[in-house]
Every structure is written in C-alpha cells, then in structure tokens.
C-alpha cells in the first residue's frame, strides 16, 4: 500500500513537471516556421507544430503564444513537412572551384562528406586549408576527412608497397595533426596509391583512427562479388581498433535479394563481434569513376601505363577485354569526358573501327576518361537500401556525368517512399539525417530537436523529383521549397540567394 501511495506521489509530481512546462522566456526570434508536419529525424511519426530559430540554433518547438514575441520572418509550412537537412556521407567537389554546391541544396542536401576514396586535398597544413574553405560563400556544410592516399603522397611513399618504420611514422604523424580538423580517415583502396598498402600499414593507421574515437570510411579493395567477403574482412580487422565503414556498398556482378541478404548477415556477424561497422549506398544501379578501374594493377598510373603498353601489351589487353566484359561488357560502359561523352564504350571503339580494348591501350589509357558502368542489380542494391545499418550517399559532385550528384536523395523519396513504398517518409527522413550525423558523430545536427543548428528543408514530398539523367546528370533536383543552412534560408522555391551559409564544421 504504501508502494502504491510512493508511486502515486511521482505520478502527481511528474504531471505537475510536464503541466508546469511554460513558455521559454524567448522575446524574439529571426524565423519561426508555422503549421508544418514535423519530421524530427528520429524515424519517429510527424506531428505539426511551430519551430522558432534564433541565430544559427532551433531554440523552441512548440508554440509561443506571447503577444510580445518578435518574430524577424515566419515561413508559414501548411500541409507540408519540415525536417532536418539531408547529410551526405560520401559525396566529391572542390569547394574551392564550386563553392555553392546548388546540386546539393537542391535535393535537400545541407552537409556532405569530402575527401572520400583515399583523396584529400594534397596540403600538409589541413587547418589552413579549411580555412580558406570556410571563406568561401558555402552553400552547404562541409565535413572533412583525411585520404590515405593523400597521406602517402605527402610523406613521399606514392605507390611502394613495403614501406620503412621511418615512413609508416611519417604517415602516423601527419595523420595525428590532420585528424584534429577532420572526422576521420578515407581509404580508396581500388586505386592507386592505396592499393599498394599493405594490411599492417593500415592496422597502424586504423589504432591512430581510434585513439582519437574517429572513423575509418572505406572504398573497399575490391567490390566484386566474388571478392566482397574479403573486402568486408579486410575492413573488420582495422575495426577492432576503431569505428568502420563501407562506402557504396555494392556488389559487382551479384544478383537478388537472396545474396543481399548474405552480405547484410556477414556485416551483422562482424557487428556481434564488436566491430562497430556501418555502411552506405547509393540508388543507383550503374557507379561511376576513372576508367582505371578496368585495368589492371600494373598498369593503373600513367608511368605504370606507358610501360605496360609497351613490354605487355597482349596481356595488357587480355586483362581488359575480360574485365569488362564480366562488368556486363562494353555496352555497358558508358564514357563520361570529351570527346567520347555520353558515347558506350562500345560505341566510342566502333567508331575508331578497333576492338573495344585495343581503343581502350591505343586511344584513352587508365586516365583518360571516367565513365558509368552499369554492373549492379536492382534487387539486391534495394535490400541492402532498406537496412537499418545502411545510410545514404550520393558518391556525386556537381560536376561528375552521373545523375547521383544531382538526384540521389530526392530520388530517394521519389521512388521509394512515394512510388515504391520500400521506406516510410520518417524512417528515409532518418536515414538521411540522424543516422549520418551518428556515424559521423556529429552531435549538434541531424535532429529537430531544441538546441539543435537551423539546418532544416521543408518540403511535399509528392513534389520531389529527381531530374538527372544519365544523359542529362546536371539537371536540379526539384521539390525542396525551402532550404535553410545554419538558420539562414538559402534557397527558396528553386532559387539559390545569394548570400549562402554552409561552414567548414570541425570535429568536436
Ligand atoms: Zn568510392
């Protein structure tokens, strides 16, 4: 009885604790975004409500009723949905050269990853570098990472495989000093200089990762699917030091959902182990990247080419003819830079009149173009889509010729939550808002939550559109009405203002 008579007591006192939740002393705020059905990124159901923006921070959600509140602008979201700003965890650019990054805010994009795939920015003093960035008129949020590749270049080892005790300290140092300004380490180990690293090397590398409690985000060695598992094995065994990640998950060449599956359980099976792995894709079926990727090690940097071709030519082209055509052959390679742009591997050859691999040796070699290649299958990337532990990345720029850079997250909403029905709105919102700002532990975004930064879009989902093509990548992705970066609104029914507000954001 007096249990029951204790717990009645809290009960009384809680309600009285939520009854006596009054109105914040706020007496103004730059923006309040009325009436709109909130999407807080938790995955949790929308609900409608008011949020009130001071500076670069949501400082309420709710509604204020005070006649005394000043109000500088109210976005009045009626029959529409208000969430956090989308995060890409891999995307590419050079925020230098195209600072607004309109293809991203366009989708509804306010932070990307850069220095992705091994390849940071080549400068020793990263601090500086950012700064300079953060100079820029940025359209969106820019969240750094180290390249290991990058690392390589700058302490002097390139493409050398076995390296000394005073070069792997050489990389151990410059990475200490770079990862205070960034979130973690890239490797790109499908191109070259990452290839050539050998597992201790990134062992140490991975123990540096951690003891700064960052990341490892991963271009796997090799995305076969005959070669994933290792791939996958290879990472796990750099995440007993510090936090993982695949980036773009796919598989070349695997089919169904069946095999998604696999893939799904071997990373489960590695999480059970207490690796911390997490993964990303994008929603698109063809990659796109340096036609280096069909040849072979030997001969993926120009000086490596040049002798190739010269002592090994036959085998040379061997190795391409079957690459390719187990990457469903030159039809379905679709080259992306002048003069052979929008043209199939196969089309581009018959033009020069000579096999498809001999134009490849004699007229581009591994740096001569990039191109799409259509190698994935729809029903297994959409399994691997659907997974709690799988975010979502667009692996685009503003200027790559793939339309991921342009239409990958209103894509997602377009075909599956609208059309496809494979992901609710709340739980698409989530994996492109909280769960990357878990990944990458970025604390103060991702989240409609009071406290939070203004990075918000809002938005009828039934509008998004994703108008890039293969053809035509660079066409804007429509339907995000309003975009705000760090409280400020910088784009507005399609039209980008010309003060932006994206900063360089430093690990905390
Ligand atoms: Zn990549």
Redesign the pocket.
Known sequence: MKNRIFQLVILLLVIQLIGCKTEPKITSVDIAIINGNIIDGTGAKDYKSNIYIKGDSIVYIGKIESPDLKIGKIIDAKGKFVSPGFIDL?AHGNPLRTPDFENFLAMGVTSIVLG??GSSPKVQDLKTYLNSVNQQNLGVNIIEFVGHGTLRNLAGIGIKSKISATELESLKSILQEQLKFSFGLST?L??APGLYAEESELIELAKIVGEQDKIIMS?MRNEDDDELKKSIDELAKQGKYTRVHI??LKSVFGKGAQRANQILDNIKQIRKSGVQLTADVYPYMA?Y?GISIVFPDWSKTTKQFTVAKRNRKTELETFIRNKVNLRNGPEATLLASAPYTGKTLAEAAASKNKPFEKFLVEDVGPQGTSAAYFVMNKELQETLLQDDLVGICS?GSKTGFHPRGHGTFAKIIENYVIKGSLLSLEKAVQKMTSYPAEILQLKDRGLLKIGKKADIIIFNPINVKATATYVNPHQLATGFDMVLVNGKLVRENEQLKTSLSGKVLLPE
Request: glycine fraction near 8%; charged fraction near 25%.
């Open positions: 891999h992705q795939d790109g499908e191109y271009h980036a773009h990659s990247t692996d």
